[in-house]
């Protein structure tokens, strides 16, 4: 609630004018049974002058009601929109900050709902308060009042609607609540389910998983239908319960009423007064018990959100000075475990690089190649031990300094929609043509960029579908040369690309980028047989470091994965 009242200072001024705006709305609506009354009880004397200033002052309020209505839909919802479009931008602010860690924890599925459907529902919410907050308890209070002014003896007909109005009430709104906490929670289920099948399409399609799938998303859509269905259904009974009750005070004085009017003919404008009175009473409790679920729901949400808010991130740089960094890398005793796991995944790893020295990196699937990987650049902190770069420990550097020196291309390469040379600035914001036709040349995407309509304006399109799977390495490792980094880190980023082009792109790196560290993860032995030295991982140890002709020789672990792909080659 703070972190809303926070959020809405910025726009007290709008959102000051939309409650002006309701109490005008508020006071127009109590006001008008009065002068109806007093209408029917001119007419009845007929007297037509009052009559004619009585219709005038009804217009009147009415057009004031109206343009009172138009100011404070505009201010409120222009309120809502800029105060969730702030909240939207906070969140999206901070999840830029959030580590690896921080983001796995709340998995990415989850920070988009909470980024879109729970900032809807606060924002739905932020307009029905400023439409209804001073209305409701204005019109309630008056409308009681009033009620109570006009026909003083009959006070405990109010009474009596106002606790069956409560009664149905609490029966609907609370169960109404549950219902639309438990859509909250099939709606975020049918919405992973969908993001998960989309974009595992392929996959989908060729293991023939569709029935599955279906089935998976009906299961879950099902649940979704029928919890809407029951907020339906309670909606069907409530609303015809609220105006029964409402016809039952209604009828309940007109009968009453009926037998006075003989005697005493004002009674007539008195009575369609006090009916009016009691309308407003049961609308302000509806549309109170209405703005309360919703609020109960926003709250959810804003929970949610301020839990993306309050979130520290789990690795932070420190401000220091920028430090020009060279391409030596040290693992002094680095030990890793990844956040809420037991096991550690690196253990006690020591090595040193020198700057420019090509490092093959080899071991078995799940050895730990990656997770070593991602801790030169800092995606991740070691449990123990000390990582330097440059000389320099890495938790002692400023994060500009470390990111413009290691470049880091990821084994799954993710480019994003736009354009290539959008995608290649990323690398290198001021990079020029000549910069990405050079980095291009380097990673051997250039053969097909300049092949095509746009050439580097060419489009990619979302998942950078557009691409071969070939092609999205290459460009990854264009982006990644084009800052000509002092530490290149290449994990498995060439998978896809055939022997011809992965010789080619080495053979330019080594070329082209002569000074630069290179360390590549590699799943085949051929890709990092000339390497100045391999460093063989072992279920998380490093159990051989060498020249390929050494450990052929000497290391058991890098003798068996030898033997294993050499057989796979005669096969
Ligand atoms: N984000 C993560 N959270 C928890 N555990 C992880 C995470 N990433 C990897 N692991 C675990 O850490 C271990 C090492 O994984 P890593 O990806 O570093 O291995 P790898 O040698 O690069 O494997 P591959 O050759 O298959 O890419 C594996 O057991 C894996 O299950």
Same mark, same amino acid.
């Given at each position: 609630?703070?972190?809303?009242? #926070?959020?809405? !200072?910025?726009?007290?001024?709008?959102? *000051?004018?939309?409650? +002006?705006?309701?109490? /005008?709305? @508020? =006071?127009?609506?109590?006001?008008?049974?009065?002068?109806?009354?007093?209408?029917?009880?001119?007419?009845?004397?007929?007297?037509?002058?009052?009559?004619?200033?009585?219709?005038?002052?009804?217009?009147?309020?009415?057009?004031?009601?109206?343009?009172?209505?138009?100011?404070?839909?505009?201010?409120?919802?222009?309120?809502?929109?800029?105060?969730?479009?702030?909240?939207?931008?906070?969140?999206?602010?901070?999840?830029?900050?959030?580590?690896?860690?921080?983001?796995?924890?709340?998995?990415?599925?989850?920070?988009?709902?909470?980024?879109?459907?729970?900032?809807?529902?606060?924002?739905?919410?932020?307009?029905?308060?400023?439409?209804?907050?001073?209305?409701?308890?204005?019109?309630?209070?008056?409308?009681?009042?009033?009620?109570?002014? #006009?026909?003083? !003896?009959?006070?405990?007909?109010?009474? *009596?609607?106002?606790? +069956?109005?409560?009664? /149905?009430? @609490? =029966?609907?709104?609370?169960?109404?609540?549950?219902?639309?906490?438990?859509?909250?929670?099939?709606?975020?289920?049918?919405?992973?389910?969908?993001?998960?099948?989309?974009?595992?399409?392929?996959?989908?399609?060729?293991?023939?998983?569709?029935?599955?799938?279906?089935?998976?998303?009906?299961?879950?859509?099902?649940?979704?239908?029928?919890?809407?269905?029951?907020?339906?259904?309670?909606?069907?009974?409530?609303?015809?319960?609220?105006?029964?009750?409402?016809?039952?005070?209604?009828?309940?004085?007109?009968?009453?009423?009926?037998?006075?009017?003989?005697?005493?003919?004002?009674?007539?404008?008195?009575?369609?007064?006090?009916?009016?009175?009691?309308?407003?009473?049961?609308?302000?409790?509806?549309?109170?018990?209405?703005?309360?679920?919703?609020?109960?729901?926003?709250?959810?949400?804003?929970?949610?959100?301020?839990?993306?808010?309050?979130?520290?991130?789990?690795?932070?740089?420190?401000?220091?000075?920028?430090?020009?960094?060279?391409?030596?890398?040290?693992?002094?005793?680095?030990?890793?475990?990844?956040?809420?796991?037991?096991?550690?995944?690196?253990?006690?790893?020591?090595?040193?690089?020198?700057?420019?020295?090509?490092?093959?990196?080899?071991?078995?699937?799940?050895?730990?190649?990656?997770?070593?990987?991602?801790?030169?650049?800092?995606?991740?902190?070691?449990?123990?031990?000390?990582?330097?770069?440059?000389?320099?420990?890495?938790?002692?550097?400023?994060?500009?300094?470390?990111?413009?020196?290691?470049?880091?291309?990821?084994?799954?390469?993710?480019?994003?929609?736009?354009?290539?040379?959008?995608?290649?600035?990323?690398?290198?914001?001021?990079?020029?043509?000549?910069?990405?036709?050079?980095?291009?040349?380097?990673?051997?995407?250039?053969?097909?960029?300049?092949?095509?309509?746009?050439?580097?304006?060419?489009?990619?399109?979302?998942?950078?579908?557009?691409?071969?799977?070939?092609?999205?390495?290459?460009?990854?490792?264009?982006?990644?040369?084009?800052?000509?980094?002092?530490?290149?880190?290449?994990?498995?980023?060439?998978?896809?690309?055939?022997?011809?082009?992965?010789?080619?792109?080495?053979?330019?790196?080594?070329?082209?980028?002569?000074?630069?560290?290179?360390?590549?993860?590699?799943?085949?032995?051929?890709?990092?047989?000339?390497?100045?030295?391999?460093?063989?991982?072992?279920?998380?140890?490093?159990?051989?470091?060498?020249?390929?002709?050494?450990?052929?020789?000497?290391?058991?672990?890098?003798?068996?994965?030898?033997?294993?792909?050499?057989?796979?080659?005669?096969?």
């Amino acid at each position: 609630m703070t972190s809303l009242m #926070t959020f809405m !200072k910025k726009y007290r001024g709008d959102a *000051i004018i939309a409650t +002006l705006a309701t109490l /005008v709305i @508020a =006071f127009a609506t109590l006001w008008q049974p009065r002068i109806l009354q007093e209408m029917i009880t001119a007419i009845l004397a007929r007297d037509q002058g009052t009559v004619f200033n009585l219709g005038i002052q009804l217009i009147g309020l009415a057009l004031l009601g109206i343009v009172a209505g138009v100011i404070n839909t505009i201010f409120s919802a222009k309120t809502a929109q800029e105060v969730s479009a702030d909240m939207r931008e906070k969140g999206y602010r901070k999840i830029q900050t959030f580590s690896f860690g921080n983001i796995e924890k709340f998995s990415a599925s989850n920070l988009v709902i909470r980024l879109t459907n729970d900032i809807n529902q606060v924002q739905m919410v932020i307009m029905s308060v400023l439409q209804q907050i001073t209305r409701i308890p204005i019109l309630f209070i008056g409308a009681f009042i009033l009620a109570i002014i #006009t026909m003083p !003896k009959f006070w405990w007909i109010i009474v *009596i609607m106002l606790i +069956l109005i409560v009664a /149905v009430s @609490a =029966f609907s709104f609370t169960r109404m609540g549950n219902y639309f906490e438990k859509l909250q929670t099939t709606l975020e289920n049918n919405n992973t389910l969908a993001r998960e099948n989309l974009m595992g399409m392929r996959v989908v399609k060729s293991f023939v998983q569709e029935q599955n799938q279906i089935k998976k998303f009906s299961k879950s859509s099902d649940e979704m239908t029928d919890t809407t269905i029951r907020i339906g259904n309670l909606f069907s009974i409530l609303m015809p319960a609220f105006f029964l009750v409402g016809d039952l005070a209604v009828a309940g004085s007109i009968l009453l009423v009926g037998s006075m009017v003989t005697t005493d003919p004002s009674m007539i404008a008195a009575v369609q007064a006090f009916i009016s009175y009691l309308m407003q009473i049961l609308f302000a409790v509806v549309m109170g018990g209405f703005m309360m679920t919703g609020a109960s729901r926003a709250f959810v949400s804003l929970g949610r959100l301020q839990e993306i808010y309050d979130t520290e991130p789990e690795l932070t740089f420190p401000e220091t000075p920028e430090t020009d960094l060279t391409g030596d890398v040290t693992f002094e005793h680095v030990s890793f475990t990844y956040p809420g796991d037991q096991e550690p995944v690196l253990q006690d790893i020591s090595f040193s690089v020198k700057a420019g020295e090509m490092i093959g990196i080899v071991g078995a699937t799940g050895s730990g190649k990656t997770t070593l990987a991602q801790l030169i650049p800092r995606l991740y902190d070691p449990d123990s031990g000390v990582i330097k770069v440059g000389h320099e420990d890495i938790k002692q550097v400023n994060e500009s300094s470390l990111r413009k020196t290691v470049s880091y291309i990821l084994q799954r390469s993710t480019l994003f929609s736009g354009t290539i040379s959008h995608n290649l600035r990323q690398g290198k914001e001021d990079a020029t043509l000549d910069d990405m036709k050079w980095a291009a040349h380097v990673a051997q995407s250039a053969e097909f960029i300049e092949k095509l309509d746009n050439q580097y304006d060419a489009k990619v399109e979302e998942r950078s579908a557009n691409f071969s799977g070939g092609q999205k390495q290459r460009l990854s490792i264009t982006r990644g040369v084009i800052k000509q980094p002092d530490i290149l880190i290449m994990d498995d980023s060439t998978s896809a690309l055939d022997a011809r082009s992965e010789k080619l792109v080495q053979e330019a790196l080594d070329k082209e980028l002569n000074g630069t560290t290179t360390i590549i993860i590699a799943e085949k032995i051929s890709s990092i047989i000339k390497a100045d030295r391999i460093l063989v991982l072992d279920q998380g140890k490093l159990v051989g470091m060498g020249t390929h002709h050494e450990l052929v020789r000497n290391n058991e672990v890098y003798q068996e994965i030898y033997r294993t792909q050499k057989a796979l080659e005669e096969v």
